[in-house]
């Protein structure tokens, strides 16, 4: 970890021209792509939280914790596929790393940061995010609707706003955790 000033630790990594891309969601015009482009900007910062330090993705935040950053990679996956896959399109899809058994399997479980573990957790994600912006975007408009066990009737309009607020939330702690890492500090 470095010692350097604060200031002095902005990495370049999160400054850099291509993470600006993260924030070229439109600023007006219709609804849709604007949410849409929201969302895809939450999931990159996700993704550039996680560039550059592969072999230290399973780094638990801080005992008793199994929050990592890896984890968050196979959290966001399953919540990706609830909402998405079963809730709106009526999929049986049952989560890919959390069971009744162990409700925080995907957190718990991601001990292991070798490349298999990681590979197949982006996979998984990569998945779950396409699916989820197909959806989004052949919906017939945003007021479709699915019935979800915990909130009753919910639209596609809420389950991406939910989704901006759920990564927006653990991109907080993946900035928390790549500072344990290797000190860099993001936007």
Request: hydrophobic letters at 45%; glycine letters at 8%.
């Amino acid at each position: 970890m470095t010692t350097d000033s604060p200031a002095s630790r902005r990495a370049e990594l999160f400054t850099a021209p291509a993470s600006k891309a993260r924030f070229a969601a439109p600023a007006v015009g219709e609804e849709r792509r604007m949410l849409a482009g929201f969302l895809a900007a939450q999931r990159a910062t996700l993704e550039l939280k996680c560039q550059g330090v592969e072999a230290e993705l399973a780094t638990r935040s801080a005992a008793p914790s199994t929050l990592s950053l890896l984890g968050l990679v196979r959290h966001l996956a399953d919540v990706e596929r609830r909402w998405f896959r079963e809730v709106l399109a009526g999929q049986d899809a049952p989560p890919r790393y959390s069971t009744p058994d162990d409700p925080d399997g995907d957190f718990d479980g991601a001990r292991d940061a070798g490349p298999g573990a990681v590979a197949e957790a982006w996979t998984a994600w990569r998945a779950e995010t396409a699916f989820a912006d197909e959806l989004i975007a052949s919906a017939p408009d945003l007021d479709i609707e699915g019935t979800d066990t915990w909130r009753g009737r919910v639209s596609l309009r809420w389950v991406v706003i939910h989704m901006i607020e759920e990564y927006a939330r653990h991109n907080g702690h993946a900035d928390l955790l790549r500072e344990r890492i290797d000190g860099a500090v993001g936007l």
